[in-house]
């Protein structure tokens, strides 16, 4: 039994044994080959925000792997309505195979496994992302053939993207140059774990500085899940901190484009680079569904 809290606890080599599980049960799916090892098990999937890619993957991807999964939506479970997280996990753990939790904070989630006796996976909290960033490593090997050497460049907010892909980006061998503005950026413990790295991670104020000569580009919007009301101060914050061609123009010839989605517009990413981009988007998308399988596999069965 393993847990995915956040990708800091996972090691290089578990990481790169992910995305080579990932390709593998990518390939068989397409070619129609049938992997049903959960068969039996059960996912339960705890969601106190919305989600598209990441409810949709887990939910598919758990089908394909012969188990079944359960939507649980905070709305409904007695955890909406003040029950503790560490009861919640007590009673779970004795229904079901594992959780996925999409929610706030990330004590939450470490709450959730220190009380309950099954895998633990997050799906998004205000801190980390850590499925994600599998899916856009996957995607950027698939589309580059190597991860090792590259250069990814994070436009915009020091958030849960940010942080995940500054780990991500560092055990994996590639260099990551993010640009924020002063205020925004990734929180202290990310910062630290970076530093460890040496001039392998940089935080600039200009996006061109940290685009120049990238070879994927990542960004992400202004305002996560649960800041809505922070929109108008983060539009003004953010001014400046978008991918478009200019900034294209700086990295290097071929240079991907990452978004994790929903994306705005006009806001973090022009429609004229979204575009242009859209396969790689659309494919980090799909990969959503192979990297969450093989995070399933890794989790229920390690
Ligand atoms: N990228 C991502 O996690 O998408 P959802 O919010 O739709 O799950
Ligand atoms: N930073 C975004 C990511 C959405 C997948 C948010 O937290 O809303």
Same mark, same amino acid.
């Given at each position: 039994m393993k847990h995915l809290l956040k990708l800091e606890d996972w090691s290089s080599e578990e990481i790169l044994n992910t995305l080579d599980l990932a390709d593998k049960l990518k390939y068989e799916q397409k070619n129609g080959i049938e992997h049903k090892v959960l068969k039996g098990k059960t996912l339960g999937m705890i969601f106190e925000k919305s989600s598209t890619r990441t409810r949709v993957s887990f939910e598919v991807g758990m089908t394909q792997l012969g188990g079944y999964p359960l939507f649980l939506s905070s709305n409904d479970l007695q955890i909406g309505r003040g029950e503790p997280v560490q009861d919640t996990a007590r009673v779970l753990s004795r229904f079901i195979d594992g959780i996925m939790i999409r929610t706030f904070e990330q004590s939450e989630v470490e709450a959730l496994a220190e009380y309950g006796s099954i895998p633990i996976i997050n799906g998004l909290t205000d801190y980390c992302h850590p499925c994600q960033i599998l899916a856009d490593l996957m995607?950027? *090997?698939e589309f580059k053939g190597k991860l090792e050497g590259l250069k990814m460049s994070f436009i915009g907010d020091g958030n849960n993207m940010m942080n995940?892909?500054?780990?991500?980006?560092? *055990?994996?061998?590639?260099?990551?140059s993010v640009a924020c503005p002063e205020g925004y950026d990734p929180p202290q413990r990310i910062i630290d774990f970076g530093k460890q790295f040496g001039d392998k991670f940089e935080i600039c104020r200009n996006p061109l500085d940290a685009a120049k000569n990238a070879d994927v580009i990542c960004t992400d919007v202004w305002a996560s899940m649960g800041q809505e009301q922070e929109q108008k101060i983060r539009?003004?914050?953010f001014k400046g901190y978008q991918v478009n061609d200019e900034l294209m123009a700086v990295a290097n010839e071929g240079c991907m484009v990452q978004h994790c989605l929903p994306a705005h517009r006009g806001e973090e990413i022009t429609a004229e680079v979204f575009e242009a981009h859209a396969d790689e988007i659309f494919e980090e998308a799909e990969n959503r569904l192979h990297a969450q399988k093989a995070v399933l596999v890794k989790c229920f069965t390690e």
């Open positions: 995607t950027i *090997r995940s892909l500054i780990v991500g980006a560092l *055990r994996t061998g590639m260099s990551i539009e003004k914050a």
